[in-house]
């Protein structure tokens, strides 16, 4: 049976897929930031236009040069614009990611009292999870590259419990429960096995 919530196809694998119970910096460094993501031209062009707070919160490893922040322009029907801009790897990392492992681009809207997502992504936002022809799916061939968080003894959640604050964001509060029942509906309620 297939599940369509805000316009996104629901891939079920996502309810069943092993992940780490939650993001601790302390453990991988960003890892699964440092190979940059793709922007949407509008999240490009919002973090272009606020460069100037941003820079405040680039540390010695990042370039400042926000001409060396964002790859060439190409065409994805899994954008809203139907374009993307990958961001630069600067330094062996992404241009966004400072030396200790955090987010410029998070650490910039946290620091000012804003949503901690404001500038980012929605690619970031959403990790493990992507949006794949127009599926909301697990970005399984990018969690395959992690030291830490693709390693089964730390697997203990699953990439849907995992995400919950992630989901809500990208769906609304109405779409994260639409997505629980459909998961109920699909697991046989919500005591969840993890597939390894």
């Known amino acids: 049976m297939e599940k369509v919530i ?3 196809k629901i891939d079920p694998l996502i309810f069943t897929f092993p992940f780490v119970p ?3 910096i302390g453990l991988c460094s960003g890892e699964c930031c440092w190979y940059g993501v793709y922007t949407d031209l509008k999240e490009r ?3 272009l236009e606020n460069k100037e707070i941003i820079k405040q919160y680039m540390d010695e490893t990042q370039t400042k040069d926000e001409t060396k922040w964002f790859e060439e322009v ?3 029907a899994d954008f809203e614009s139907g374009y993307c801009a990958g961001t630069q790897i600067y330094n062996h990392k992404c241009v966004f990611l400072d030396n ?3 987010c410029s681009l998070q650490k910039a809207a946290m620091d000012r009292g804003e949503h901690k997502w404001k500038y980012k992504p929605i690619y970031c936002v959403i990790f493990p999870l992507t949006i794949y022809n127009g599926t909301l799916t697990v970005d399984d061939e990018h969690i395959a590259r992690l030291h830490y968080c693709s390693k089964s003894r730390h697997q203990t959640s ?3 419990d995992a995400t919950k604050d992630e989901l809500i964001y990208l769906l609304g ?3 994260y429960n639409e997505l629980l029942e459909y998961r109920n509906q699909i697991i046989g309620g919500n005591k969840v096995e993890v597939t390894k």
Do not use: A, M, R, S
């Open 74 to 76: 190409e065409e994805d």
């Open 6 to 8: 805000k316009g996104l």
């Open 22 to 24: 939650g993001c601790n």
């Open 45 to 47: 062009d919002f973090i």
């Open 173 to 175: 509060e109405d779409g």
């Open 100 to 102: 200790n492992g955090y």
């Open 158 to 160: 699953t990439v849907f």
